[in-house]
Nanobody
Framework: QVQLVESGGGLVQAGGSLRLVCAAS????????MGWYRQAPGKQRELVAT???????NYVDSVKGRFTISRDNAKNTVFLQMNSLKSEDTGVYYC????????????????WGQGTQVTVSS
């Protein structure tokens, strides 16, 4: 069974840094795009950053210059380095990946992690 497991969240002061890690496991044939989303209290889930297999990245404007997404294709892992954190970055961060795996051998599908809490105190 394919699953995504996140780690690295926590409590940090404004201006600090955190590094999120998301590892995919199970029977995996290939992984296409991977990304991070977040959901603040009372708000809808929003895209934070995505990265293709080839390394092309995309960021929401509010994190450009502060967050960096990267991936290790050999380890089926995606990272989110978050610097200069602000209180408005607080929320639950979810990993997402489009995976062709043993669960659905006929094609790829999106998987989500369970989420990791990031709290930035001002």
């Amino acid at each position: 069974q394919v699953q995504l497991v996140e780690s690295g969240g926590g409590l940090v002061q404004a201006g600090g840094s955190l590094r999120l890690v998301c590892a995919a496991s199970g029977t995996i044939f290939s992984i296409n795009a991977m990304g991070w989303y977040r959901q603040a209290p009372g708000k809808q889930r929003e895209l934070v950053a995505t990265i293709t297999v080839g390394g092309t990245t995309n960021y929401v404007d509010s994190v450009k210059g502060r967050f960096t997404i990267s991936r290790d294709n050999a380890k089926n892992t995606v990272f989110l380095q978050m610097n200069s954190l602000k209180s408005e970055d607080t929320g639950v961060y979810y990993c997402n990946a489009n995976i062709w795996g043993g669960d659905y051998p006929g094609g790829s599908r999106d998987y989500w992690g369970q989420g990791t809490q990031v709290t930035v105190s001002s």
